[in-house]
């Protein structure tokens, strides 16, 4: 059956930027310089993004959307007109979760995290530089998102040891059960991430994922032609 991908677009102060969210699907979310554009980019990573919801289980529903629907506009704050990110928290955000759609979006959190791991595992160490040369490497960007994820964690009360960063697989395996255990009994208890509502949390954690990842791919360098070599 034919469905519409829901949109909440959060506009900043300063209508300088936009961010169109879509609350069903985290990790789905794309900022512009104006709504309409953020919802055309956002439409334009449906196919990348259709890989998180194959290994969710949901490539039938995904596969399913024709068009988009903005059913909810919300002001964001001047971070959101600076990075053209999501850091405030539409009405859908503070919606009671059932227990299914908790469950729903911890597997696509869950999915956003495989291919983060894939992803890292195969792009080249060394990434394109922007214009002007600037711009981190593979290990520095995996390490950056580990690093913030690890931190929003201790919102819901897991902490590492030490508060070092996790990066081996067992390590990472252990903390994200841990992460999506500390969340269900956030739920279950009707309690808040600190200031956050757990959609939101989730919904962040999945996109801050997802946009590194997508960073990794968009900057690879496997195979690209080296100075003074023939193309293979």
Request: glycine share 10%; charged share 25%.
């Amino acid at each position: 059956m034919a469905r519409e991908l829901r949109v909440a677009l959060e506009v900043g102060p300063k209508a300088k930027r936009a961010v169109a969210v879509a609350p069903e699907w985290p990790g789905l979310e794309r900022g512009a310089k104006s709504g309409e554009a953020a919802v055309e980019r956002l439409w334009s990573y449906l196919p990348r993004y259709s890989r998180v919801a194959g290994l969710a289980g949901l490539e039938s529903e995904f596969a399913a959307i024709t068009g988009a629907q903005v059913i909810e506009q919300y002001q964001g704050t001047g971070s959101t007109d600076f990075w053209g990110i999501s850091f405030a928290f539409s009405t859908i955000d503070w919606q009671p979760m059932s227990s299914d759609d908790l469950e729903h979006q911890l597997g696509l959190l869950r999915a956003c995290w495989t291919v983060f791991d894939d992803v890292r595992g195969r792009v080249s160490a060394e990434m394109e530089k922007g214009p002007r040369g600037g711009g981190r490497d593979r290990d520095r960007i995996v390490g950056h998102v580990l690093a913030v994820e690890q931190d929003w964690a201790k919102k819901v009360g897991v902490r590492m040891p030490n508060d070092e960063v996790v990066s081996d697989s067992d390590g990472l395996k252990a903390y994200r059960g841990a992460y999506c255990a500390a969340i269900r009994t956030f739920h279950s208890a009707g309690s808040t991430a600190r200031a956050w509502p757990l959609r939101y949390l989730i919904r962040h954690t999945a996109y801050h994922v997802m946009d590194h990842t997508w960073e990794m791919e968009d900057k690879d360098l496997t195979g690209a032609v080296g100075p003074g070599q023939p193309p293979s």
